[in-house]
């Protein structure tokens, strides 16, 4: 056995960890097909953002088939008066393009779990080593948007989600690697704790 790596699967699964909602006929992307048709714009614009539909383009090929005027209409309504006469060199793509990015929550970017467990000679109690867990943990929460938590409760694809619980996971790996390599910390204890 040489230069074996441990292989780990992953301890957390999306559709365990989250309940999904047993609806055997999504209802709300009728609704949604049916928004992104109408010409409320805050509406359509909240469709677009919790995208709750099977047809990612839906939102485009709705937009596309806009005339200019509500498409210049709503993209006016998304941007500050500063940025109207720039947009207004943008062709009817490009206005559509930016009216779904305006209205998309921002592109999930991944950070790394950053805490590791200290080395032995460290002067932490159990207390601070959960307080710097429970600190990481939140910070990776933190990047979740709303709209996220949403999707993955009505069983769509979720990726800030699946990567929390892959850096939980990648917490375990490091925890069970470090107890490995340093026994004498599975016994550590809160400070003033007896023995």
Known sequence: MENETPSYQNLFVL????????????????????????????EISQVIRYRLFRDDNAPRNSLMSRNADTIEAFLVSLCEPKDQQLLSTLSHLQRV??????????????????????????????????????????FQFGKIEFEELVRAALGYNAPSIEWFLLQHTALYIHLKDHLQAFPEEISLRRSGEGA
């Open 15 to 42: 559709g365990a960890e989250i309940p999904r909602f047993a609806i055997s006929y999504r209802w709300w992307e009728d609704e949604a097909t049916t928004v992104l048709w109408a010409f409320n714009i805050p």
């Open 97 to 138: 393009e930016e009216i779904l990015r305006r209205s998309s929550i921002p592109p999930f970017r991944p950070i790394p779990w950053s805490w590791f467990p200290p080395l032995p000679d460290h002067s932490l109690d159990a207390r601070g080593i959960a307080a710097a867990i429970e600190t990481e943990s939140h």
